[in-house]
C-alpha cells in the first residue's frame, strides 16, 4: 500500500487555507469541500517462492525435449526451460504472471503483444507447432483467449486470439485427447455441459470446432486436466465433488466419447484449495499432480500408471506458494475483481485488509487521507475496470466518484441508498453495478470494462427494500456466475443466483438460511481461501468476525471466527 501524503487531504487543506487567506471561510462552505480525489490504489509485494523438490517425487528418468510432439506419447504442457519437466505458471496476488521452472531461474512472464490487462486464468498447451516450445493460453478477465507461442520462463510471442469465452466457467487442457501428440482444450458451461476442442497444430487458428463430450459436469467445484496418468499416451481428467471425493476419469481416445466411467481414488480432498496437474516429472509415464492446502504448502502426488495416485509427499513449504492467487493448469475456476474489503473507523480512518488464499485477512493497512473519511459514502465493489483491484465508491453530492482513478460518474445517484458490485452481471465478463432507490426498486448498470462509464440502468425490480442488508463479490453457488445475497429484517438470508443475462439477471430467490440477524454487519469481501468460491463475512454486536464459505450449490459450511475487534469500525464494505 502506498503511504504518501493523501491528495484528498491536501485538496482539503489547500481549499482550507485559500478560505482563510480571503476572509471567507464561512462565506463559502462549498470551497473547502472539494470533490474526492485521487487516492492510491492497495498494492500488494510478491515475492517468487522456492522451487517445489521434484527429487521427493521418485527417480528422475526425464529426457530434455520430452515436450515435443510424438504420437503416443503425452505431451508435457509447459516446459519452459526445456528440461523435459513441467513447469509452474501462475497469477500472483499483485496481479503479475509468473513463471517457477524446474531447473532456470523463476521468471515474470510476458507477451510482445503489450496487452497490460492481467491473466484471469492460464491453460499451457504444450507445443503445438512442433518446434520444440511450449504455447501457452492466456484468459482475459473480459473472455478473450490469448495463445502465446514459443514461451519461455518470462516471454511469448503472441499467435491467435479468440473472444466469446465467458461461456465457459473453466477453460482447461485435459492433455492429448486423440494421440495426435498435441494438447486439446476443453470448456465447461456454467449448466455443466463440456465441449471439446481438438487442437490443429496450426498457431493462427489452433482450435478446431468445439464437440459436446458430456454434461452433469457442475457437480464438480474442480477440474483438472491430468496428462496420461494411465499409460496409453491420452490426457485423463480428475475431479473433485463437494464432499471432497476425487474422481478419476480415463481416456479413451474416441473423440466423441474421451473418457470412461468415473472412478473414486480417493477422499478428503477439499483440504486444498487448489489442484495442479503437473504431467510426468519422474519420467516414467505417469501424470503426477500438486496440491496447495491453506498454509500455502505444495504437496506432491506421484501418478501410478491405473489413474491413482500415491502417498502424498511434501514438496514446497508452509507459506512458499499462499501468494498464488491461480496456477495455470488448475483445477479452481478463477476468482476476479476483490478478494479484500475495507473498513472505516470511528474517528474517520479508512483501513485495507487483503485475502490471503487462507481464509484469513492480511494486517490492515491504512488508506491515505488521514482521519478524513468519517463523514464519506463509500462503496467498495469488484473492480469495474480490467485490473483486478476492487474499486473504491463514493456518493457525494449527488455525483458518484471512483476514489482511486477519480472518475466522475455524473450525477443524480442521491436517489440511491445502496450500491453492490457482485462483478459481471450480464455475461461479458465486465464488472457491473446494482444500485437501489428509497423506495426499494433495484437497477443494473452495466460497466463498459474501462471503469469509466456505466450503460442506461435497466430496472430488475422492486420490492428490494425489505431488505437491510444485500451483498455480494463474486460466485456462491459453484458455478462461476456473481451472485448476490440479501437479508430481510427476520434475520432470514436469501440466495439470488446470477444468470448472466442484463435484463433477468437473477433467478428466484432461494431462502438458505435464519438466524443472521446475529450479525449487525456482513460483508462479501470475494474470494478468502484461494479456491475460486467467494466467501461471505458477518460481525456481530461484539466484535467478532466470522467467515462463512460455500460447501455446494447454494449453502455455506459450518461458520469460522477469523478476528475480534470490529466494533472499532462503524463502516466495512
Known amino acids: 500500500m502506498r503511504t504518501a501524503f493523501s491528495k484528498r487531504a491536501r485538496r482539503v487543506a489547500t481549499c482550507t487555507a485559500l478560505a482563510l487567506s480571503a476572509g471567507m471561510l464561512l462565506a463559502s462552505p462549498a470551497a473547502a469541500d472539494p470533490v474526492p480525489g485521487p487516492v492510491a490504489k492497495p498494492e500488494r509485494s510478491f515475492t517468487q517462492p522456492a522451487k517445489p523438490d521434484l527429487s521427493k517425487l521418485g527417480a528422475d528418468n526425464a529426457r530434455a525435449g520430452?515436450?515435443?510432439?510424438?504420437?503416443?506419447?503425452?505431451?508435457?504442457?509447459?516446459?519452459?526451460?526445456?528440461?523435459?519437466?513441467?513447469?509452474?505458471?501462475?497469477?500472483?496476488?499483485?496481479?503479475?504472471?509468473?513463471?517457477?521452472?524446474?531447473?532456470?531461474?523463476?521468471?515474470?512472464?510476458?507477451?510482445?503483444?503489450?496487452?497490460?490487462?492481467?491473466?484471469?486464468?492460464?491453460?499451457?498447451?504444450?507445443?503445438?507447432?512442433?518446434?520444440?516450445?511450449?504455447?501457452?493460453?492466456?484468459?482475459?478477465?473480459?473472455?478473450?483467449?490469448?495463445?502465446?507461442?514459443?514461451?519461455?520462463?518470462?516471454?511469448?510471442?503472441?499467435?491467435?486470439?479468440?473472444?466469446?469465452?465467458?461461456?465457459?466457467?473453466?477453460?482447461?487442457?485435459?492433455?492429448?485427447v486423440n494421440g495426435d501428440g498435441r494438447a486439446d482444450v476443453i470448456g465447461r458451461q456454467h449448466n455443466g455441459d463440456l465441449y471439446l476442442y481438438l487442437a490443429t497444430g496450426s498457431t493462427s487458428a489452433p482450435l478446431g470446432a468445439r464437440a459436446k463430450i458430456g454434461n452433469g459436469w457442475n457437480i464438480y467445484d474442480q477440474v483438472v486436466g491430468l496428462g496420461d496418468n494411465d499409460g496409453d499416451g491420452k490426457g485423463d481428467l480428475l475431479a473433485r465433488s463437494y464432499d471432497g471425493k476425487l474422481w478419476f476419469y480415463g481416456s479413451t481416445g474416441s473423440t466423441t466419447v474421451p473418457f470412461k466411467t468415473r472412478v473414486e481414488v480417493g477422499t478428503g480432498w477439499n483440504i486444498y484449495n487448489q489442484l495442479i496437474p503437473m504431467d510426468d516429472l519422474n519420467g516414467d509415464g505417469a501424470a503426477e499432480l500438486f496440491a496447495r492446502d491453506m498454509n500455502g504448502a505444495l504437496w506432491g502426488y506421484t501418478g501410478l500408471g491405473t489413474g491413482r495416485l500415491a502417498a502424498r509427499t511434501q514438496v514446497a513449504a508452509n507459506g512458499e506458494f499462499q501468494q498464488v492467487d491461480q496456477f495455470g493448469g488448475g483445477g479452481a475456476m478463477p476468482a476476479f475483481g476483490k478478494r479484500a474489503l475495507m473498513a472505516k473507523d470511528k474517528v474517520g480512518a479508512l483501513f485495507w485488509y487483503g485475502a490471503m488464499n487462507n481464509g484469513l485477512l492480511s494486517p490492515r493497512e491504512q488508506v491515505e487521507g488521514g482521519n478524513t473519511w468519517g463523514p464519506a459514502n463509500l462503496s467498495y465493489v469488484s473492480a469495474?475496470?480490467?485490473?483486478?483491484?476492487?474499486?473504491?465508491?463514493?456518493?457525494?453530492?449527488?455525483?458518484?466518484?471512483?476514489?482511486?482513478?477519480?472518475?466522475?460518474?455524473?450525477?443524480?445517484?442521491?436517489?440511491?441508498?445502496?450500491?453492490?458490485?457482485?462483478?459481471?452481471?450480464?455475461?461479458?465478463?465486465?464488472?457491473?453495478?446494482?444500485?437501489?432507490?428509497?423506495?426499494?426498486?433495484?437497477?443494473?448498470?452495466?460497466?463498459?470494462?474501462?471503469?469509466?462509464?456505466?450503460?442506461?440502468?435497466?430496472?430488475?425490480?422492486?420490492?428490494?427494500?425489505?431488505?437491510?442488508?444485500?451483498?455480494?463479490?463474486?460466485?456462491?453457488?459453484?458455478?462461476?456466475?456473481?451472485?448476490?445475497?440479501?437479508?430481510?429484517?427476520?434475520?432470514?438470508?436469501?440466495?439470488?443466483?446470477g444468470t448472466g443475462s442484463a435484463t433477468a439477471p437473477f433467478m428466484a430467490?432461494?431462502?438458505?438460511?435464519?438466524?443472521?440477524?446475529?450479525?449487525?454487519?456482513?460483508?462479501?469481501?470475494?474470494?478468502?481461501?484461494?479456491?475460486?468460491?467467494?466467501?461471505?463475512?458477518?460481525?456481530?454486536?461484539?466484535?467478532?468476525?466470522?467467515?462463512?464459505?460455500?460447501?455446494?450449490?447454494?449453502?455455506?459450511?459450518?461458520?469460522?471466527?477469523?478476528?475480534?475487534?470490529?466494533?472499532?469500525?462503524?463502516?466495512?464494505?
Do not use: C
Not at 440511491?416 to 462483478?423: A, D, I, K, Q
Open 66 to 176: 520430452r515436450q515435443a510432439t510424438t504420437a503416443g506419447v503425452s505431451p508435457i504442457r509447459f516446459d519452459a526451460d526445456g528440461d523435459g519437466k513441467n513447469d509452474l505458471i501462475y497469477r500472483a496476488w499483485d496481479g503479475g504472471t509468473y513463471t517457477t521452472p524446474s531447473t532456470a531461474e523463476n521468471g515474470e512472464f510476458f507477451g510482445d503483444d503489450g496487452n497490460a490487462a492481467p491473466a484471469q486464468d492460464i491453460v499451457p498447451i504444450g507445443d503445438q507447432d512442433g518446434n520444440g516450445k511450449p504455447e501457452v493460453l492466456v484468459l482475459s478477465p473480459y473472455g478473450t483467449l490469448h495463445m502465446y507461442g514459443d514461451a519461455s520462463t518470462t516471454f511469448g510471442t503472441h499467435r491467435w486470439q479468440g473472444a466469446g469465452w465467458t461461456i465457459y466457467n473453466k477453460v482447461f487442457s485435459p492433455g492429448d
Open 384 to 497: 469495474l475496470n480490467n485490473s483486478g483491484v476492487a474499486t473504491l465508491l463514493e456518493l457525494y453530492n449527488n455525483h458518484l466518484y471512483d476514489d482511486f482513478d477519480g472518475h466522475d460518474f455524473g450525477s443524480g445517484w442521491g436517489v440511491y441508498n445502496l450500491l453492490v458490485g457482485p462483478g459481471d452481471l450480464n455475461g461479458d465478463g465486465k464488472g457491473d453495478l446494482l444500485a437501489r432507490d428509497k423506495s426499494g426498486v433495484l437497477y443494473l448498470y452495466n460497466g463498459n470494462g474501462l471503469g469509466n462509464g456505466l450503460a442506461t440502468r435497466i430496472k430488475v425490480g422492486a420490492g428490494w427494500g425489505g431488505f437491510n442488508q444485500i451483498v455480494g463479490a463474486g460466485d456462491y453457488s459453484g458455478d462461476g456466475r456473481a451472485d448476490i445475497v440479501a437479508r430481510d429484517g427476520a434475520g432470514n438470508l436469501f440466495l439470488y443466483r
Open 509 to 573: 430467490s432461494a431462502k438458505i438460511g435464519a438466524g443472521w440477524n446475529t450479525y449487525t454487519k456482513l460483508v462479501a469481501p470475494g474470494d478468502l481461501n484461494g479456491d475460486g468460491k467467494a466467501e461471505l463475512l458477518g460481525i456481530n454486536a461484539t466484535g467478532e468476525l466470522w467467515r462463512y464459505s460455500p460447501s455446494g450449490s447454494a449453502s455455506f459450511g459450518t461458520r469460522v471466527k477469523i478476528g475480534p475487534g470490529w466494533q472499532t469500525y462503524n463502516g466495512v464494505y
